[in-house]
């Protein structure tokens, strides 16, 4: 499954951004989706993640109540609604999926339990 990932650029902060991940192909519905980021010197971080049927979101506490993960099933895309955007935000965002099991619903926030990973997005947040 290849993700393709769009959406990043440059804002103030306190801006918003929305971040899109395609995944085309019929099994797009039967994959967990996450977002993870990574800042330069960093290890890749967890930031949210959204059952098949959206009807279960995990977010990082860093971002819980500013970020909003979501998706549409239809155009086998997931988004991630980033608000109040800070400095601290600036990262490569990469949006990974897999399929639904209990050891990706349990370490849903480790990039491990994820199979499949787009090429990254770069989201800068100047202070």
């Known amino acids: 499954v290849q993700l393709q990932a769009s959406g990043g650029g440059l804002v103030q902060a306190g801006d918003s951004l929305r971040l899109s991940c395609a995944a085309p192909g019929r099994t797009f519905s039967s994959y967990v989706m996450g977002w993870f980021r990574q800042a330069p010197g960093t290890e890749r971080q967890f930031v949210a993640q959204?059952?098949?049927?959206?009807?279960?979101?995990r977010y990082a506490p860093s971002v819980n109540g500013r970020f909003t993960i979501s998706r549409d099933n239809t155009k086998n895309t997931v988004y991630l609604q980033m608000n109040s955007l800070k400095f601290e935000d600036t990262a490569v965002y990469y949006c990974?999926?897999?399929?639904?099991?209990?050891?990706?619903?349990?370490?849903?926030?480790?990039?491990?339990?994820?199979?499949?990973w787009g090429q990254g997005t770069l989201v800068t947040v100047s202070s």
């Open positions: 959204i059952s098949r049927s959206a009807s279960r979101t």
């Open positions: 990974a999926g897999g399929p639904d099991t209990t050891d990706l619903r349990n370490n849903y926030y480790d990039s491990k339990a994820y199979d499949y």
